[in-house]
T-cell receptor, first 111, second 115 residues
Framework: AQRVTQPEKLLSVFKGAPVELKCNYSYSGSPELFWYVQYSRQRLQLLLR??SRESIKGFTADLNKGETSFHLKKPFAQEEDSAMYYC?????????????FGRGTQLTVWP | KAGVTQTPRYLIKTRGQQVTLSCSPI?????VSWYQQTPGQGLQFLFEYFSETQRNKGNFPGRFSGRQFSNSRSEMNVSTLELGDSALYLCASSSGLAGGYNEQFFGPGTRLTVL
């Protein structure tokens, strides 16, 4: 069965500290993995996806198929990074329109 | 491009009533997906419509239904409302086509409260 697990509900770091938001998944096949972010009073938006292997706002995420993980990392957290982060998974083909979300991690970056 | 819009933004209903929520996708997008967000269950997929056909369905009872019109606008209906249906209902639109990024763009949501 498809499942996305984010073990930390809350995560707090100080400005300038490294941050890592954990995500583990289970899926029979080759999924696509995403990180979505929701800033206060804003709508859910895509942060990054594993297939593009890009860095957005200083965040990166590497898909580790052996450990079935897709952790989100940033070397130096900023106060504006405070938000709710969701890891999500999608299958291929006809299930393109269906995302499986983790429960989310609320990141707070203290000044 | 205008973003995904949802109406109404807030709704208060009583148990037993029914409700219809509306979602207008980004122009050119043919896929609309619906999600229910609650503190207890998080974000859960309800269903997806593509070119007026339901393409995917989540594990929700038959009280939850939807449809999509020829202009890609979508509605979801919940009949015989229960207290547990209180949630934020999000819709997301995308091209729905394979071969591209097919990014889902989310609307602001409709907050449904059932009393």
């Amino acid at each position: 069965a498809q499942r996305v697990t984010q073990p930390e509900k809350l995560l707090s770091v100080f400005k300038g500290a490294p941050v890592e938001l954990k995500c583990n998944y289970s899926y029979s096949g080759s999924p696509e993995l995403f990180w979505y972010v929701q800033y206060s009073r804003q709508r859910l938006q895509l942060l990054l996806r594993h297939i593009s292997r890009e860095s957005i706002k200083g965040f990166t995420a590497d898909l580790n198929k052996g450990e079935t993980s897709f952790h989100l990392k940033k070397p130096f957290a900023q106060e504006e990074d405070s938000a709710m982060y969701y890891c999500a998974l999608r299958g291929r083909g006809s299930t393109l329109g269906r995302l499986y979300f983790g429960r989310g991690t609320q990141l707070t970056v203290w000044p | 491009k205008a973003g995904v819009t949802q109406t109404p933004r807030y709704l208060i209903k009583t148990r037993g009533q029914q409700v219809t929520l509306s979602c207008s996708p980004i122009s050119g997008h043919r896929s609309v997906s619906w999600y229910q967000q609650t503190p207890g269950q998080g974000l859960q997929f309800l269903f997806e419509y593509f070119s007026e056909t339901q393409r995917n369905k989540g594990n929700f009872p038959g009280r939850f239904s939807g449809r999509q019109f020829s202009n890609s606008r979508s509605e979801m209906n919940v009949s015989t409302l229960e207290l547990g249906d209180s949630a934020l209902y999000l819709c997301a639109s995308s091209s729905g086509l394979a071969g591209g990024y097919n990014e889902q763009f989310f609307g602001p949501g409709t907050r449904l409260t059932v009393l």
